[in-house]
């Protein structure tokens, strides 16, 4: 394995390869007083101020929203991390995301939506890439709430297929203005924004990519009716029309030729937020789970005292704490890179190095905040199922994230591209942290099928190289380790984790070599080789920071328990995944030996008692009466 990375070098998708150290990771234990404070006080606006109006922003009172939004904007909770000059806070993206965990814990998904894409896709690209003037002209606007900001790529042509959209805008004759035809659809904030960030196509040419700030009352601009949606009600969804629309030249972002640049970093950033709200959701959800459960009694008891129903909040619990890992990690990274970039070019290189950890912060919170609302209507049963409650719209709203800022699949198949990409390019060395694994299992005195495979490694230049050799291998390998029970403290989970990424490092190598450049069109071996990436990322998330909560002496019980639990699903996960890979490879014999392999792997990860561990957990809900964090 290479040498543990500081902060500041962290490459992205370094988790596949490098032993990375607990100091290295953001956590919210690292909060500083400031952060708290500004989280409490978002907090507190939330619960004061949004909450209670829950039921009046899902009738479409978009005076209340505006109003709500505004009143944010005086708190300065709008520019968290926009620059002082702006008006902003000047923080980085770790506040920021703190921020958008407390405004996605208000129990309105409508709301939530609304802030988010104004404070985020709606101000990213004119904060990142616009010039001094377009930034002095639109940021205090934004930042105070007084300018409402939307953020216009999707068309009814081309949804997953952003860069496929067909919106044209051509110069005019005088120079002065873009004329633009067209359409957008599914925008956030539509009709209650004053600017929007619009992708479009110069002549229609796509080398022209380009994006324009269309402020709200162009001639030929129109908002069409609003959408009737499953889940954020409360939040303005609308069809925009371009019809001649005259947009001044001085609106245009960046350069020509470069807006695909804006659009992909903007939604790599949207897809990291997106992961922060969705920790505030999860939070959500658990409190109200408990404190619904403590009230409501069956069989002469609350249904909080039922083992089963504690199991239920314990997996809630550790999909927050586990999902929490993650994104703050990742807002650490992006932090170190991001935060003082001067130029557009600096934040293109900072947003694109953690392309990978964005997409699977996206794919994993949006999807655990699935199962958690899904839970949460089992906890509260027939009344979950009714509208006046929280968890029927805590369910409707969760599903949305799922299909925004790129669907999971399409997240999914670009962070696999994206990891292969990089391994082609020697951004990252899969060889290597393959050949290093198993070196470190015979340092260990393991029997490992790994070091075996990859014994004679050393001398080859590639996987493809590496599967001429083995392919006249055809000794079934069995699973001869014996399994050992989990003993407590974090240098067992550390065991854990390697024999994992090394089954994902086997599962990917294999899937590399067969299929090669054919690999790109095998979208169901793409879905489940990026679960496995994002089992390996959790993972160590979760390791790395009970690792740094021990190493400072914190009471880490609790988190031991979350961790362990979360291991126990996250083996299971790669073992269904890796077989699902391996089998569709091979046939007969060799499938056989492959899928005997990666057993043998995944069998140096000691079993637990998941049972035990979900009552620990449950308990200490129960006990606190919320989320026990």
């Not at 019809?243 to 939604?267: F, M, Q, R, S, Y």
């Not at 793409?526 to 002496?553: H, P």
């Amino acid at each position: 394995m290479t040498e543990t990375k500081s902060k500041k070098e962290v490459r992205g998708a370094a988790f596949l390869v490098d032993r990375n150290d607990s100091q290295s990771v953001c956590t919210p234990e690292d909060f500083s007083e400031e952060q708290r404070s500004i989280g409490e006080a978002v907090a507190d606006f939330m619960k004061q101020e949004v909450t209670p109006k829950v039921a009046a922003l899902e009738e479409h009172d978009y005076e209340l929203l505006t109003g709500l939004i505004r009143q944010a904007g005086e708190l300065g909770l709008l520019g968290v991390d926009l620059p002082e000059e702006f008006g902003g806070l000047g923080q980085d993206l770790t506040t920021s995301a703190l921020v958008l965990e407390a405004i996605g814990g208000c129990g309105s998904g409508s709301y939530a939506t609304a802030v988010g894409a104004h404070s985020g896709i709606g101000t990213w690209p004119i904060l990142y890439f616009g010039n001094e003037e377009q930034k002095r002209r639109f940021l205090p606007g934004i930042v105070s709430g007084g300018l409402i900001a939307a953020y216009a790529l999707t068309e009814s042509s081309s949804g997953s297929d952003a860069l496929a959209a067909k919106c044209k805008a051509v110069l005019s004759p005088d120079g002065k203005h873009y004329v633009v035809n067209g359409e957008k659809v599914f925008i956030t904030n539509a009709k209650i924004a004053d600017i929007f960030t619009v992708f479009v196509k110069i002549d229609g040419d796509n080398a022209k990519m380009a994006c324009l700030v269309i402020e709200k009352g162009t001639p030929g601009l129109s908002i069409d009716r609003e959408e009737h949606k499953m889940g954020i009600r409360g939040s303005s969804t609308c069809r925009l029309v371009f019809e001649d629309a005259l947009v001044p030249a001085e609106n245009l972002l960046g350069t020509i030729g470069k807006g695909h640049k804006i659009v992909l970093n903007t939604l790599n950033l949207g897809r990291f937020k997106l992961g922060a709200g969705a920790v505030g959701a999860i939070k959500s959800s658990v409190n109200s789970a408990v404190q619904y459960a403590s009230e409501r009694k069956q069989f002469g008891k609350p249904l909080l005292d039922f083992d089963g129903i504690r199991a239920k909040i314990a997996d809630m619990v550790v999909a927050g704490w586990v999902g929490e890992s993650m994104v703050f990690r990742t807002a650490g990274l992006l932090s170190s890179r991001l935060h003082g970039a001067k130029t557009p070019e600096e934040a293109t290189k900072a947003i694109e190095e953690y392309t990978v950890e964005c997409s699977l912060v996206k794919v994993g919170l949006s999807e655990m905040l699935g199962n958690v609302a899904d839970e949460m209507v089992q906890v509260y049963g027939g009344y979950g199922y009714v509208e006046e409650y929280p968890a029927s719209r805590m369910y409707r709203d969760s599903r949305i994230n799922r299909i925004f800022e790129g669907t999971n699949e399409i997240n999914r198949m670009l962070a696999v591209g994206e990891v292969l990409k990089r391994h082609l390019q020697g951004r990252i060395d899969l060889v290597g942290a393959a050949k290093g694994q198993a070196a470190a299992a015979v340092k260990r005195g393991r029997k490992s099928t790994l070091a075996k495979g990859l014994a004679t490694a050393k001398q080859l230049r590639s996987f493809a190289e590496f599967a001429v050799r083995r392919a006249a291998d055809q000794l079934p390998f069995s699973v001869t380790r014996t399994r050992q029970v989990i003993e407590p403290g974090p240098k067992a989970l550390r065991p854990a984790f390697d024999a994992v990424r090394s089954a994902v490092l086997y599962a990917l190598g294999e899937a590399m070599m067969t299929l090669q450049a054919k690999l790109k069109d095998e979208q169901q071996l793409l879905f489940a080789l990026a679960d496995l990436l994002l089992a390996v990322f959790a993972m160590e998330s979760a390791l790395l920071r009970y690792e740094k909560l021990a190493a400072a002496g914190a009471d880490a019980k609790l988190a031991e328990a979350v961790v362990r639990a979360y291991f126990c699903h996250a083996q299971r996960e790669a073992a269904d995944k890796c077989v699902r890979v391996l089998s569709a490879l091979s046939s007969g014999l060799e499938r056989q030996n492959k899928v005997a392999r990666v057993l043998d792997l995944l069998a140096a990860a000691p079993l637990d008692d998941l049972v035990a561990l979900k009552r620990r957990i449950g308990d200490a809900a129960a006990e606190q009466g919320k989320y026990p964090f």
